[in-house]
């Protein structure tokens, strides 16, 4: 069972331009994790974000939790060829002895020079 | 160096073979897992460690299975191999329960198994 999406799937622009990239979910998470992988490698953690409504920057990226802690986004500004990947969200949840971290379906970006 | 490696990264068997492939990371994590990565479906979650002798299943456990004799290694051991489970394989760890919700995984380069 997939709890996690993420849209668009696939994202290709020039550089300079914005983007957004959603990750939704019908679960609340007690935390929630951007992740982004390059070919042949694993993935690396960009954010964590823990409270509702949070928001968190990291340098041109934004990244936002929503009220409900069901869902998040991430916004490039002006992104760079250097922002090329796959990026991944990620939720963690715990309780009743389980810990597990759910991913999305990821969404693949393409920036154009 | 900080790191989780894996072993082999690339492998190409048949089906039924008995293959096993390692993971070993050296920051004392409490916390371990697995994942296979297949496109259009993300990361899905084989099996988790919380510690040693300490492990339970993910969303998708059925075909594998794993041990934890040691802090630093979580193999992951694949009885008898069948094609649908050719798969990209991460294995990744994190600092442990305590601090859950906010740890960063750790992942390895990844293994790409292929099984004929």
């Known amino acids: 069972t997939q709890l996690l999406e993420q849209s668009p799937q696939f994202l290709s622009i020039q550089e300079g331009e914005n983007l957004t990239v959603y990750c939704n979910s019908s679960?609340?998470?007690?935390?929630l994790q951007w992740y982004r992988q390059e070919p042949g490698e694993g993935p690396v953690l960009l954010v964590t974000?823990?409270?509702?409504?949070e928001v968190k920057k990291l340098k041109r990226l934004t990244f936002q939790f929503g009220d409900a802690r069901k869902d998040s986004s991430l916004h490039i500004t002006a992104a760079q060829t250097g922002d090329t990947g796959l990026y991944l969200c990620?939720?963690?949840?715990?309780?009743?002895?389980?810990?597990?971290?759910?991913f999305g379906t990821g969404t693949r970006l393409k920036v154009l020079a | 160096e900080a790191q989780v490696t894996q072993n082999p990264r690339y492998l190409i068997t048949v089906t039924g073979k008995k293959l096993t492939v390692t993971c070993s990371q050296n920051?004392?994590?409490?916390?371990m897992s697995w994942y296979r990565q297949d496109p259009g479906l993300g990361l899905r979650q084989i099996y988790y460690?919380?510690?040693?002798?300490?492990?339970d299943k993910g969303d998708v456990p059925e075909g594998y299975k794993v041990s934890r004799k040691e802090k630093r290694n979580f193999p992951l051991i694949l009885e008898s191999p069948s094609p649908n489970q050719t798969s990209l394989y991460f294995c990744?760890?994190?600092?442990?329960?305590?601090?859950?919700?906010?740890?960063?995984?750790?992942f390895g380069e990844g293994s790409r198994l292929t099984v004929l």
């Open positions: 920051m004392n994590h409490e916390y």
């Open positions: 990620a939720g963690a949840k715990s309780g009743s002895g389980t810990y597990k971290y759910i």
């Open positions: 460690s919380m510690n040693v002798e300490a492990t």
């Open positions: 990744a760890s994190s600092l442990g329960t305590d601090l859950f919700n906010t740890g960063e995984l750790f």
């Open positions: 974000v823990v409270t509702g409504g």
């Open positions: 679960s609340v998470f007690s935390s």
